[in-house]
């Protein structure tokens, strides 16, 4: 507590160097602490905040008015977004002709995320490209919905340089032109599973818009005509082309000769693509920073490919996950590759220690290496990898059995900087491992799933040593119990994501401790046959951050824990309750309650009606997006509801 000789000094701050104090708080939670210190220094939060997400829609008109000076708005959290709501939010607001107008904070707006917003349509987003008219960036991806009238709505934001319409499903070539000539200034552009896209859509957007530098058109059944289009584009830095079946080693052709400013490309699960196309893309891109190239070779990567790699100096990322690989492909990637820090290995076949050593003997900057079911990966590669690349930040090795804790004595010595490590199903680690772990105190994500062999002694060293801990992967880990979790929750203040599933040990204390995890947003708790309503409402009342609960096969929690989940878990954006003892009332007041929720999952529930789950279903039609039921429900659910759920965009799925 500051006395009040250093409260007053503190106040006697000037507001100039308040808000360079302000601004040095990264963390969202120090600029809250900050906030609400006193009046004065929630002033300089109003004045100074340029970026808003808002969690529940309800308050949106609230922080309008009381963030007038915002740059940036994410409303991807607020599906119930649509055009009356946006109308209101441009216009006054309340009665009386002294209300305030909100319109005053879209006049200096330039970032804009709508994602999944899926009730909003062409009307809408017509007022909100009008009324922002410093408009530069907009994300409209997920609204499956969207279509050629969106596109044209959006069209009218003529300042508009970055686009992201991924998996709007309704968008022709039509719409894609009426953005390629209004939003001519357009540098970046996603369309990833916009499966309407011709090649005629593509030809005129690189003829509009030549200042693109980055263009995604993954999953898209564009031709290498698309790619003939593309290569005129002189501007373009990045192109994703993933799994995108009809293009092939001829449009990489046009690539070769075109795009000279090209840093990234993206071919990864091409089928048409073999090694001679990428010589193509090599040959004429000296440059390259990044090359995918994953799950695209099936064959041995080609001695011509190799030697054009010599010429890449400047490359930094190199995925080729799926392929055929020799130690002589490692010994030339070493050797012309040095400014490699990032090298993607997945389910390579040919993967051996020795490879592995001759890699890395030269390529000593890497920072994130893949070598997840690289079967026959020993503790003397990782020992290898360990002494050599001390920068290392991200390593998996997922289901390389192979590891044991000799090869992670050498990762907790040497790679002291390790913030993420896949141990998922390495059945060698154990508890003298994980001590040993322990040693790289920046681990931030840690996935042990599958591994039987550690126990709550192993993640004790884990959680006294890594307090940075934000995501924790237990999944099948038998030896984990309660007094584990007690050890989690003492140390690991800052965990986000955890997986419990079928950690049959756990019982209601454990939860209890789960519970004291503030930060914590998502959990998976799948079989936990030890635990009832008392465990989950610990959980529930102190876990107020929870946005994604999995707790299928949980038969014994009771619904004195769904109501407490009802209750306290406003935040709440996905649940999975399949094969759960929830009876009628307590699923509808969970679905009735949970404001923010868009996915549930409610298949096989034993103890609710026909009539119960309709209710519960009427209860949250206006904003649930994606509900997983019971075959059978089918056609015992009436018409009305069904039609209802299908008329909001909400997709069924019967199991």
Known sequence: MLSFQSSKNVLSLTEDLLVRIYELLAAESDRKSFRLVCREFRRIDTLTRRHLRVIRIEFLPILLRKYPRLQSLDLSACPRIDDGVVSLLLTRVGPGSNSPILGHWAWGLKSLVLSRATGLRFSGLEMLARACPCLESVDVSYCCGFGDREAAALSSAVGLRELNMDKCLQLTDVGLAKIAVGCSKLEKLSLKWCMEMTDLGIDLLCKKCVDLKYLDVSYLKVTNESLHSIASLLKLEVLGLMACPLIDDVGLQFIERGCPSLKVIDVSRCEGVSSSGLIFVVRGH????????????????????????????????????????????????????????????SKCLGVTNMGIMRLVSACINLRVLNLTCCHSITDAAISAIAYSCRSLVCLKVESCNMITEKGLCQLGSFCLLLEEIDLTDCCGVNDKGLEYLSRCSEL???????????????????????????????????GIGDDGLEALSNGCKKLRKLNLSYCNEVSDRGLGYIGRLEELSDLEMRALHKITGVGLEAVAVGCKRLADLDMKHCEKVGDSGFWALAYYSKNLRQINLSYCGISDMALCMVMGNLSRLQEAKLVHLSNCTVEGVELALRACCVRIKKVKLFAPLRFMLSSEILEILHARGCIIRWD
């Open 444 to 478: 931030s994500c840690l996935k042990l799933g599958l591994c039987t062999n550690i126990s709550n002694k192993g993640l004790s060293y884990i959680c006294f040593n890594c307090l940075k801990i934000h995501e924790l992967d237990l999944y099948r880990c038998t």
């Open 286 to 345: 000296r440059n390259l920073r990044e090359l995918n190239a994953g799950y695209c070779l099936s064959q041995e990567l080609s001695t011509a490919l190799l030697h054009q790699m010599k010429n890449l100096n400047h490359l930094e990322v190199i995925r080729i996950d799926g392929a055929r690989i020799s130690e002589t492909s490692f010994q030339v990637i070493s050797a012309n590759c040095k400014s490699l820090v990032e090298i993607g290995l």
